[in-house]
C-alpha cells in the first residue's frame, strides 16, 4: 500500500524558548534587568550552561511549552533549527529528521532519552524510525535537543541526534500541589476539546521527598470520511502519569526511582486524501474535499508507554559515580485500510473468481527494553577530566502484521480465510558498550573534549508467515557486529561570554538480520556516518543579546534503505549521502520587558549513490528534508489589572517544500509537500495562585501537510495520496493553579 512505511510485509523556541525561565521569579529579574537567563543542560550527560556545550544544542523550557500549548512534538518542534516532525496522522505515528538525517529505513536515526536513561528499540524490526516516542510534555521541566551524531555518549540509534525529556525532580524544601483545567475548539470540529491535569510534590522528611502527576486530554475530530459518511473521525484521547521518589540517602548519595506511563488512542488519522489528478500540488478544496479523506476500513492507532527508572548519584569527592538503570514496555497497534492495495489483487489472484473487496492490515509491535549504565568521572578540577562507562541492553520485540480479505458486503471471503497474510518476526536484541571521554585542558580559555565508545551487538529473529498468499515458513536469522565511534571537540573561550568550537564526530545504527527471501542479503550492515562542525555561541550586548550558529558537513555511508521484492521489504545497504548546512538562533532583548528570537536553518542532504537496481536520482533533496526552517517570536511582558504579572507572545514558523519519499528515475512514487508557516498567539496573566492563560494555534488556519504516504495498487501502480494535516486553528482557554 505505502512505499516505506506502509502495507508491506517487511522490517519495516529555539534560543528564545532555550533562555527562559521556567519560575516567575526568574522571569520577573530578567524583565527588570533585561539580561538573558542562563540555562542548564546535561547534552554532555553532566549538568552545564548550554554556552559551553561544543556541540549545536536547543531546549524548550517548561514555561514555552505551556505558553504555546503543546501536546505533541509537532507543536514546537518548528521553533528549533535543523528539525522537521514527519506525522502520519496522529501523535506517535512521527519520525524526526535532524540535519538532514532522514528516515531512510525502519530502524531509528535519532534517539530518545527520558533523563539518563533511553527509550525506543534498537533493532530494525521495531519500526522506531517510524513511531518515535511523542511524549505529551507535562511533568516535563525541559526538552532539549541535541544535532548531529551523538553515538560516543548515547550510543546507537543517535547519529543523527537526540530527544531528550528531562524530567522535574522531586524536592524536599516544600510542599507544593498544582492542577489545570482548559477548553478548547478547533476550526470544522463540532465538539470541544478539554483537558485536566494535577502534580503534586510532597517532601516526607529531610530525606525523601515523592514527586506525582496525572494528565488527561481529549482533542476532538474534525476529519470527514465521504466513504462511510462518518463527521469529525479523528478524535484523539491522551493521558498519562508519572511518580518519582528521591531519596537523600547521605549528603553525599542520592537515590531516585521513578514510574512513567503514557495512553494514546487515536480513533482515525487526521490526514485528507487526494486522487493523483488532484495532487500538483495539493490545496485545501481539492481531492475528496478540505478536511476529508475517504476509506470504508476503520484507521485506528494506538500506544501505551511503561517506563521504570532507578537512577543513583554518589559524590566521591574526587569525582562522582553515577548508576542508571531502566525497563521499559511499549505497546503500538495501527489499522490501514489496505483496500486499494490488497483488495485489487483478489481478481488477479483467483483468475477473476473473486471481485475486488475490501482488506485491512493490522500492525502491532511491541517491546520491552532493559537497560543499565555505570559512569565514573572525575571532578571538574585539575587540568585533565575524564569519564569512563559501561552499557548494557537488552530487548526483545514482537512485529506481527496481518492482512484480511472482506468483500463488498464486508464479509469475509472463504477463499481467503482466516487470514490473507501473516507475517510475525520477533527479534531479540542485546548490545554491550564501553566508553570514555577526556577533556584536556590546555590553558584556562582553550581545551579539548575527546570521546571513544566500542560497542557490540547480537541479535535473533524468527521470520513466520502464512495465510492465503504467503508460505508457511518458520525460519530463523542470526547476526551480530562491533561497531566503535568518536568524537573530538576543541572548544576555545574568546572571552567570557564567546566560545568557537570544532567538532568531529560519529555515529551509527545498527544492521541485524534480514528477511530470508531469494537474493536478499541474509544480515544488513551499520550505517554509519561522519559529522563535521564548526560554530559560535555568543552574549553580548551585556547580557542582552544571544546568538548562537554552526556550520556542519556530514558524510552518510551505507545507508540502509528498503528494497521490494515481490511485494516484500527487505533492507540493503544501499548507497551513500552528504549533508550540508547552517544553524542560526539568536535573542535580542530590546527593552527590559520585550525579547525577540528569530532562528533558522539551512540544510542540502542528498545522495550520492546507490546500487543501479534502485533506480535512485543522485543530487536530490533526501524525504522529509526541507532545505530552510525558519521561526520569529515575540514575548512581551508587563504588569496590568492592579499589578498583576502578565505576558503576552507570538510566534511564526516556516517549513520549506520536501519529499515524501527518496526520489527515483522510474517508477517515482515521491511526492512533494508543500512549504508552510503557521502563526500561533499566546497571552497569560497571574492572578495570586491562578494563572489564565489564552492561546491560539494555527491563527490564519493554514492547511499545513505534515507527511504523506502514496497508496498504490496490488501491481504496485500509484492510486492516490493521503497526507497528514496540521491541526487547524485552535482557540482555548486555560486555568492553571499552583499552592
Known amino acids: ?134 511524549m505529551m510534555p507535562y511533568d516535563v521541566e525541559r526538552i532539549e535537543v541535541l544535532r548531529g551524531p551523538q553515538g560516543t555518549l548515547y550510543g546507537a540509534g543517535a547519529m543523527g541526534g537526540l530527544l531528550k525529556y528531562v524530567m522535574r525532580d522531586p524536592s524536599t524544601e516544600a510542599l507544593e500541589f498544582r492542577a489545570g483545567v482548559e477548553g478548547f475548539d478547533i476550526a470544522g470540529a463540532d465538539d470541544l476539546g478539554w483537558g485536566a491535569r494535577a502534580g503534586i510534590n510532597v517532601p516526607l522528611g529531610d530525606t525523601i521527598a515523592l514527586r506525582a502527576s496525572y494528565f488527561t486530554q481529549n482533542t476532538p475530530g474534525y476529519i470527514e470520511n465521504v466513504a462511510t459518511g462518518q463527521e469529525d473521525e479523528n478524535e484523539l484521547e491522551q493521558s498519562g502519569g508519572r511518580a518519582s521518589l528521591l531519596w537523600q540517602m547521605s549528603e553525599s548519595v542520592s537515590l531516585t526511582l521513578g ?25 485545501a478544496g481539492s481531492g475528496f474535499g478540505d478536511l476529508r479523506t475517504s476509506h470504508p476500513i476503520e484507521q485506528p492507532f494506538s500506544k501505551d508507554v511503561d517506563y521504570y527508572s532507578a537512577t543513583l548519584n554518589w559524590d566521591l569527592g574526587w569525582g562522582e559515580f553515577t548508576s542508571a538503570s531502566s525497563y521499559s514496555s511499549m505497546k503500538t497497534t495501527q489499522r490501514q485500510d489496505a483496500s486499494i492495495t490488497f483488495g485489487s489483487l483478489f481478481p488477479l489472484l483467483t483468475e477473476g473468481l473473486v471481485p475486488e473487496g475490501l482488506s485491512l492490515f493490522d500492525l502491532t509491535l ?109 525460519t530463523p536469522g542470526v547476526s551480530e557486529e562491533d561497531v566503535f565511534t568518536y568524537a573530538v571537540s576543541p572548544r576555545w573561550h574568546v572571552s567570557e561570554d564567546t566560545m568557537v568550537y570544532a567538532r568531529v564526530a560519529s555515529g551509527y545504527r545498527p544492521g541485524g538480520p534480514n528477511l530470508i527471501l531469494p537474493g536478499v542479503p541474509p544480515k544488513v550492515d551499520a550505517d554509519e556516518l561522519t559529522n563535521y562542525e564548526i560554530g559560535l555561541k555568543t552574549v553580548f550586548l551585556e547580557g542582552r543579546a544571544l546568538i548562537n550558529t554552526a556550520l556542519f558537513y556530514i558524510d552518510w555511508q551505507d545507508i540502509q534503505q528498503l528494497q521490494g521484492f515481490g ?6 545497504n544501499a548507497g551513500d549521502a552528504k549533508s550540508q548546512g547552517v544553524e542560526f538562533e539568536s535573542l535580542f532583548s530590546v527593552a527590559d520587558a520585550l525579547q525577540l528570537g528569530f532562528n533558522f536553518s539551512y540544510t542540502e542532504a542528498t545522495l550520492e549513490s546507490s546500487p543501479p537496481e534502485l533506480n535512485n536520482r543522485f543530487g536530490v533533496q533526501l524525504p522529509d528534508v526541507p532545505e530552510w526552517n525558519a521561526s520569529l517570536t515575540v514575548d ?14 507570538a510566534g511564526w514558523r516556516y517549513a520549506d517544500e520536501r519529499f515524501s519519499e527518496v526520489v527515483t528515475l522510474t517508477d517515482n512514487l515521491a511526492y512533494t509537500l508543500p512549504s508552510y508557516d503557521v502563526l500561533d498567539l499566546n497571552a497569560d496573566v497571574q492572578f495570586d495562585s491562578m494563572t489564565v492563560r489564552v492561546f491560539v494555534k494555527n491563527v490564519t488556519d493554514e492547511r499545513a501537510f505534515t507527511g504523506g504516504d502514496t497508496t498504490v495498487d496490488g501491481i504496485n501502480r500509484p492510486v492516490r495520496l493521503d497526507l497528514g494535516v496540521l491541526q487547524p486553528r485552535t482557540v482555548g482557554l486555560s486555568l492553571d493553579f499552583q499552592f
Open 366 to 474: 511491541e517491546l520491552d527494553k532493559w537497560t543499565q549504565e555505570f559512569r565514573l568521572a572525575s571532578s571538574d578540577e585539575g587540568r585533565v577530566q575524564w569519564r569512563v562507562g559501561a552499557f548494557y541492553t537488552e530487548e526483545e520485540s514482537e512485529n506481527s502484521q496481518y492482512a484480511y480479505a472482506f468483500d463488498q458486503q464486508r464479509q469475509p471471503i472463504e477463499l481467503f480465510s482466516p487470514f490473507f497474510a501473516i507475517a510475525l518476526l520477533p527479534s531479540e536484541y542485546e548490545e554491550f558498550a564501553a566508553f570514555g571521554d577526556v577533556t584536556f585542558k590546555i590553558s584556562d580559555s582553550f581545551d579539548v573534549v575527546t570521546g571513544l565508545r566500542w560497542a557490540r551487538n547480537e541479535q535473533k529473529f524468527r521470520q513466520i508467515t502464512g495465510g492465503a498468499i504467503l508460505p508457511e515458513e518458520n
Open 1 to 134: 500500500m505505502k512505499t516505506s512505511r506502509g502495507v508491506r510485509f517487511g522490517a519495516c523556541s529555539g534560543a528564545l524558548a532555550l533562555m527562559m525561565s521556567a519560575t516567575h521569579a526568574g522571569a520577573a529579574e530578567s524583565r527588570d534587568s533585561g539580561v538573558i537567563d542562563e540555562i542548564i543542560v546535561t547534552a554532555q550527560k553532566r549538568s552545564e550552561s548550554v554556552q559551553d556545550v561544543p556541540a549545536s544544542v536547543s531546549a524548550f523550557s517548561q514555561e514555552q511549552l505551556t505558553r504555546v500549548h503543546a501536546t505533541q512534538l509537532q507543536d514546537f518542534a518548528a521553533y528549533m533549527p535543523g528539525i522537521n516532525i514527519t506525522n502520519g496522522g496522529s501523535p506517535g505515528q512521527t519520525s524526526i529528521t535532524l540535519r538532514g538525517i532522514a528516515p531512510v529505513g525502519p530502524g531509528s536515526v535519532v534517539g530518545t532519552y527520558i533523563d539518563d536513561t533511553p527509550l525506543g528499540a534498537s533493532n530494525n524490526y521495531a519500526r522506531a524510525s517510524f513511531f518515535v516516542l511523542d
Open 567 to 572: 511485494g516484500v521489504s527487505a533492507l540493503d
Open 636 to 649: 512581551y511582558e508587563f504588569t496590568a489589572f492592579g499589578g498583576r504579572e502578565a505576558h503576552v507572545g
Open 259 to 283: 514510574g512513567l506511563w503514557q495512553r494514546l488512542d487515536s480513533d482515525n488519522n487526521a490526514s485528507m486524501a487526494f486522487a493523483l489528478a488532484d495532487i500538483d500540488p495539493p490545496r
